[in-house]
């Protein structure tokens, strides 16, 4: 890792909250690019920062890994003789390419997102998909390789009527679930497989 990533790598460690973490990089101008409104879990900046562009309001939650490059082109040439002779002194140069994030994104935990996508607005890439082509806009994704589950709306709509918990059971988002809470979520959980 090279001074300038390290350095705002053990940056992003001490800093406390997503958005303060998002703040810091869109003050240092670590991305090509970072709207209004951001937030970043992740501590660790990516290869390559300035071929990544954020929107507005993108979330950006734990684990999630950006991969401006592939490194194959290591392995490639004349240190591998199982290639065909014509192409064994080949000087393979590394993929590289940008990764554009449009406005109002939320990128669950644990996502891949590779070189040379386009994620359009209104999105929702839910835990642990790897994105590997565009994504429109509009959209929810799902899967390895991230495929297009539904649309936006039709996810909104399921979620505005499935039932979730009690509202009046303590739970502060991000902190900490109450022990009253905790017992009803793991009734309800076994309820619904004794369907």
């Not at 709306?153 to 809470?181: C, F, I, N, W």
């Amino acid at each position: 890792m090279d001074k300038y990533r390290l350095k705002h790598t053990l940056r992003l460690c001490s800093i406390w909250g997503a958005d303060e973490r998002a703040e810091y990089l869109k003050k240092h101008h670590v991305f090509k690019s970072m709207g209004e409104h951001c937030s970043f879990m992740p501590r660790k900046v990516p290869l390559y920062p300035c071929l990544i562009k954020l929107g507005d309001y993108v979330n950006i939650s734990s684990n999630v890994s950006f991969f401006t490059h592939d490194g194959v082109h290591i392995i490639l040439g004349e240190q591998n003789r199982v290639l065909p002779e014509n192409l064994r002194d080949y000087k393979f140069d590394e993929s590289i390419g940008c990764i554009e994030i449009g406005n109002h994104v939320f990128v669950a935990a644990n996502v891949s997102i590779g070189y040379n996508t386009k994620i359009g607005d209104n999105v929702v890439i839910t835990a642990g998909s790897v994105v590997t082509n565009d994504i429109p806009s509009n959209s929810v994704v799902r899967g390895n390789p991230a495929k297009v589950v539904c649309t936006l709306t039709q996810y909104l709509s399921m979620k505005a009527v499935k039932k979730s918990y009690p509202k009046e059971m303590d739970h502060r988002m991000g902190k900490y679930v109450g022990k009253e809470l905790e017992d009803w979520l793991w009734n309800d959980f076994y309820k619904s497989r004794k369907k």
